[in-house]
């Protein structure tokens, strides 16, 4: 079995498959673990030694001691949320590792979370879901060229570039919703200044020492947030984030060459689930799909919201596969579908009166779509104490299989429960 340094994980559904999990797994045998995109909208709850641990932008792999943890440039912190987020974990636990984070990481202000706020409420209808954390104005300000990073803050002259900013998204705030922002300049710039000394020791080139640890063949993870079907430019848009959430975008949100990722994991579950707005063809909104809620325990680690069910989806699979480039994926929570008579695939989509084996590019086409499907029988064993895939059923087996097939990609292993000991991965290859 080739073994790999490089290793990226990233969702390939809409987002909370399991990638805390799996990077938390992974990562008690990785030197460096990165985070490359999103902000503090991406939860991740770890399961070990009886205790549930949550993290939103920390890298999973924090747990480990032994690791150190990168906040890539592709990231957008909210300062203030990051330090309790670190306060937390160091009173949770005492075995926690490392964290670093770029120098180019851009920051989330006060006023993108009102401007998100105001811009939901604009949408009315044809609202998104979004969590509200001010993540897309955040990304929206980096585009526009408007936006602060952590090497700004150290600058004697930050002061008059946070006011080009400031004045910027306040009167942006008045004239667009005629919102008056309470928060001053000199609020705003006290706290920055504040945060940045407690965070100060922790930010560096990034992209520099993560490059030289996969060249000294440490071994280097890359955690992605959400899923690839929240994609900005590939996903259901505009029912999607506001950052690349592929693999691909592993290179670019830290700041090394593509040239040195050796492989991209793809994390689903055995069937499918989708927070907030957007077509979801698979959903099942019946005994099933409350069903499977209530078993998978389905309600967003960082907001609460009950997630959307649905059964697995071959087609939206394969769109993350080309995507992102996954070379296998893993599947996560096969314990759920356990007692459920007959289990479907998704493996085709017909839109009026044409079948597609492909997702359409537009949101509403695709919201327009039936799902066809494929049946396997069920299972009735209690799978949660299994370590091999031999020891599966039969039924498990063959819907693993069919997956495989259906899907043409390699699957690397499962998990039967959220317990780091529930995981079964066929070989190791990190």
Not at 230 to 259: E, Q
Not at 317 to 342: C, E, P, Q, W, Y
Request: glycine share 8%.
């Amino acid at each position: 079995m080739e073994k790999y340094n490089s290793l990226v994980i990233v969702g390939a559904q809409w987002g909370d498959e399991g990638k805390g999990k799996m990077t938390d797994y992974f990562a008690q045998k990785a030197d460096v673990v990165v985070r490359f995109s999103g902000g503090d909208n991406a939860g991740h709850v770890i399961n070990f030694n009886g205790e549930k641990h949550k993290v939103t932008l920390v890298p999973s792999g924090i747990f480990n001691k032994k690791t150190t943890n990168v906040i890539g440039n592709g990231c957008v912190i909210n300062l203030r949320n990051l330090i309790n987020e670190i306060s937390i974990i160091e009173k949770q636990s005492k075995e926690y590792g490392n964290l670093i984070i770029s120098n180019k990481a851009h920051i989330l202000m006060p006023y993108h979370i009102e401007i998100d706020k105001a811009i939901e409420e604009e949408r009315k209808s044809l609202k998104i879901g979004t969590t509200k954390k001010g993540i897309g104005p955040a990304y929206s300000d980096k585009i526009s060229r408007m936006g602060i990073r952590l090497c700004d803050i150290a600058r004697p002259d930050f002061k008059s570039e946070l006011e080009v900013a400031y004045n910027y998204n306040v009167k942006f705030l008045k004239r667009m919703f005629d919102i008056n922002f309470k928060i001053s300049l000199e609020e705003i710039y006290n706290e920055l200044q504040e945060c940045y000394l407690i965070l100060k020791h922790r930010i560096t080139d990034c992209e520099i020492f993560v490059e030289n640890a996969i060249k000294d063949n440490k071994n280097v993870l890359f955690e992605g947030a959400q899923g690839a079907l929240l994609d900005i430019d590939h996903g259901t848009y505009p029912y999607v984030t506001s950052s690349n959430t592929s693999a691909n975008n592993a290179s670019i949100g830290t700041g090394i060459s593509h040239k040195l990722i050796q492989k991209t994991l793809g994390i689903v579950k055995a069937y499918c689930t989708r927070v907030g707005e957007g077509p979801f063809p698979s959903e099942l909104n019946n005994e099933i799909g409350e069903n499977i809620r209530r078993v998978g325990n389905e309600y967003g680690s960082n907001t609460g919201r009950p997630r959307r069910v649905g059964w697995f989806d071959a087609v939206a699979l394969k769109h993350a596969i080309r995507t992102s480039g996954l070379d296998s994926i893993f599947i996560t929570l096969l314990d759920v579908l356990t007692g459920i008579d007959n289990i479907n695939i998704c493996v085709g989509y017909e839109h009026n009166g044409t079948k597609n084996s492909n997702m359409p590019a537009n949101a509403r086409d695709l919201a327009e779509c039936t799902p066809i499907y494929v049946s396997t029988p069920g299972w009735k064993q209690d799978i949660t104490k299994v370590n091999s895939f031999v020891e599966l059923p039969d039924e498990a087996k063959n819907y693993i299989k069919l997956i495989e097939k259906i899907c043409e990609i390699k699957v690397d292993g499962f998990s039967v429960g959220p317990d780091r000991k529930q995981t079964i991965l066929y070989e190791e290859f990190f």
